[in-house]
């Protein structure tokens, strides 16, 4: 993974001092709240419903063990001994002291880790697809550009007030996983005719009030202009963003007000000023990056893969977790555990510091000290040799994080919702826990297949519900919270934004119209349909028909 | 019976505060049940005290909220101040501990 330099380690350091000192100013008054606000979010502090949050970036949702036992040491020492992963490859700490953070932010630069633009109207944490330099499908590994990405987006000082939030995501394989269609800029590699690397530039996507799938920008950029273009965009978004309402500030609704067409001419006559810049990006520059994320010394596959195969034939949870958990390496002999934050009875997303150090301890037992974060709030442990998935196996199931949920009902996205945040109108976790235990038959979820549930507390779509096979919105109506039911949304390479099927309901019944919803499914389904494919076959109403009978 | 208590957040350590009132005196306690509760007559005088705490750099934030007041325990009517004053309600070993009794 990309080590910092010195140059790297003296920003952050001088960037912490900076922000001890402001919140020693504000903690004697020489600065008030409306002079502190925008400083503390600048260094990823948010003041929430109970407490002070803080959000540390994991860039790409790239974890190295280490990092993953100071985040531990830093739950225990500093929080209440937990941190919840988000749905932007990030964690957070939900119990700081204000008085803290400082001390907090200097632990974490020693194992280069930050929260800088991890709020605010600046670029954000640069995302990508969690399977990046592994997946069986990638055209190219994804991380070197995300690392140029933001070495570029860290505090540049054109885009550091932009008129609003700005989300970048970048995927390097056939299938898309990180969500591109739903991010400002989104972003593909592909190869062309020539075998030579370029990207496919998405843009305007985003959910919250106004859910916009991206559209094509660029259908391919060459690799030298990667960050050339990107400028061009910005300084297009900046420059004729809203500023003057914050439902309106998107660079979705620049790119839909103008026109993909018109918007893409500015970004092209800017583009053309900028192109042969020192932007442009030289090969030297991308192979000093790429040298970064090298292949790990795999070993040749282990050819007595005996324990495996007997436990798959006699050992029907192993089986289960094998054929759900572990997917594809690209080197032969190795696969990809899924790790789900998924649990019976526990918070989604949450993650408690003795599970983050058993974690870190198997990642470098069973890997290479590597762990990614998925967008979907789980983790991964990317490189297991076969022959050693029963052993890792027995051991995630100790933990209680081998649960086989990858993909399925039970796999909810939510977010914080108001047992934390202070934007939400309504709960998320709680009625995300209602519905896994209403789900809690393992093959049940399994007969049902492939189905996303996402639930968002408010219409900022943090859980990204617009995107869910089923979405749920929590609303407030004369102060009671209810729940709306959208269906047919996706966030993969067939995005679509999700229907709103009729009135919201109390959250006492949601889990009964999920119910309702899978069993119109079942009666519905061909073959071994998945849902998205036959609610698109059939439409809304049989589902309707369930929910509101 | 209903009435209002000011609620706000301390300002080092972020964590929900109420205003309770003794004579001249002015404490930010983290106990909805010991707060202070105010009419609509009181409101005002209750505000001009946490904008005081305000300027002495204690809280952040402050502002009225209603109360339900039965068997003499203090209850917020919105589940907003509710989870404020009781801490988050998610089920699982994660969850913090309440703050006060629910």
Same mark, same amino acid.
């Given at each position: 993974?990309?080590?910092? +330099? #010195?140059?790297?380690? &003296?920003? *952050?350091?001088? !960037?912490? /001092? ?5 919140? @020693?100013?504000? =903690?004697?008054?020489?600065? +008030? #709240?409306?002079?502190? &606000?925008? *400083?503390?979010? !600048?260094? /990823? ?5 109970? @407490?002070?949050? =803080? ?13 993953? !036992? ?480 | ?102």
């Amino acid at each position: 993974m990309y080590r910092y +330099d #010195e140059f790297d380690h &003296r920003l *952050l350091s001088q !960037r912490i /001092g900076q922000f001890r000192d402001q919140v @020693a100013r504000r =903690l004697s008054g020489q600065l +008030d #709240e409306d002079a502190f &606000r925008p *400083l503390r979010l !600048r260094n /990823g502090v948010y003041l929430q419903l109970n @407490a002070y949050m =803080l959000r540390v970036n994991i860039p790409y949702g790239l974890l190295s063990s280490r990092q993953l !036992r100071r985040l531990a040491d830093i739950a225990e020492r500093y929080d209440r001994g937990y941190g919840h992963f988000s749905t932007r490859q990030n964690i957070q700490f939900n119990w700081p002291r204000l008085v803290d953070i400082p001390d907090m932010l200097a632990e974490l630069a020693e194992v280069e880790m930050h929260a800088m633009q991890s709020s605010g109207n600046c670029i954000r944490n640069i995302t990508a697809d969690h399977l990046a330099g592994i997946a069986a499908d990638e055209v190219a590994d994804p991380r070197p550009y995300c690392e140029i990405i933001r070495q570029w987006s860290t505090l540049h000082p054109e885009f550091s007030f932009l008129p609003r939030k700005f989300k970048i995501a970048v995927s390097g394989a056939a299938r898309d996983r990180a969500a591109v269609h739903v991010h400002d800029i989104g972003i593909r590699i592909r190869r062309n005719e020539a075998g030579e690397i370029g990207f496919h530039i998405l843009v305007g996507g985003g959910l919250g009030r106004t859910p916009v799938i991206g559209k094509t920008l660029r259908e391919f950029l060459p690799e030298a202009d990667l960050l050339s273009y990107l400028e061009a965009v910005l300084r297009v978004y900046n420059r004729y963003g809203r500023r003057d309402n914050k439902y309106k500030a998107r660079i979705k609704i620049l790119v839909n007000d103008l026109g993909i067409g018109a918007f893409a001419a500015l970004v092209e006559e800017e583009w053309q000023r900028l192109r042969h810049s020192a932007l442009r990006l030289g090969p030297a520059d991308i192979e000093r990056m790429k040298a970064h994320f090298p292949r790990p010394d795999y070993l040749p596959p282990v050819n007595d893969t005996s324990e495996y195969e007997a436990l798959r034939r006699d050992d029907p949870a192993f089986d289960r977790w094998a054929e759900n958990a572990v997917f594809s390496h690209r080197q032969p002999g190795y696969g990809i555990v899924m790790v789900s934050l998924k649990r019976s009875g526990r918070p989604t997303g949450d993650m408690r510091a003795d599970e983050m150090r058993a974690l870190a301890r198997l990642a470098e037992e069973y890997g290479f000290g590597e762990i990614r974060v998925t967008h979907r709030q789980n983790l991964v442990l990317p490189d297991v040799p076969l022959h050693r998935l029963p052993s890792l196996w027995r051991e995630l199931t100790a933990l209680d994080l081998a649960m086989p949920n990858h993909g399925l009902l039970s796999d909810i996205i939510a977010c914080p919702g108001m047992d934390y945040c202070a934007l939400a109108t309504a709960r998320s976790i709680p009625v995300a826990q209602a519905i896994a235990e209403r789900f809690d038959d393992l093959d049940y979820l399994h007969d049902i297949g492939d189905l996303s549930l996402n639930i968002s507390g408010c219409i900022n779509s943090c859980a990204h519900h617009n995107v869910a096979n089923i979405g749920i919105l929590g609303v407030d109506k004369r102060g009671q919270e209810v729940y709306q039911i959208t269906l047919g949304g996706s966030s993969g390479d067939d995005a679509a934004i999700g229907k709103r099927i009729g009135p919201a309901l109390p959250a006492e019944d949601v889990p009964a119209a999920i119910e309702g919803i899978v069993e119109a499914f079942l009666a519905e389904r061909e073959g071994d349909e998945r849902f998205i494919d036959t609610y698109r076959r059939v439409g809304d109403q049989p589902f309707k028909e369930r929910v509101y009978a | 019976m209903t009435a209002s208590v000011i609620t706000a957040s301390s300002l080092a350590l972020g964590h929900v505060v109420y205003l309770r009132q003794e004579g001249e005196c002015c404490r930010w306690l983290s106990d909805i049940q010991a707060a202070t509760l105010f009419g609509d007559n009181d409101l005002e005088a209750a505000m001009v005290s946490a904008a005081a705490a305000v300027a002495a750099n204690e809280i952040v934030d402050p502002y009225a909220i209603a109360v339900d007041v039965r068997g003499g325990r203090i209850e917020p009517l919105s589940l907003r101040e509710r989870i404020r004053a009781h801490g988050p309600t998610v089920a699982g070993d994660s969850a913090p501990a309440p703050r006060s009794a629910a």
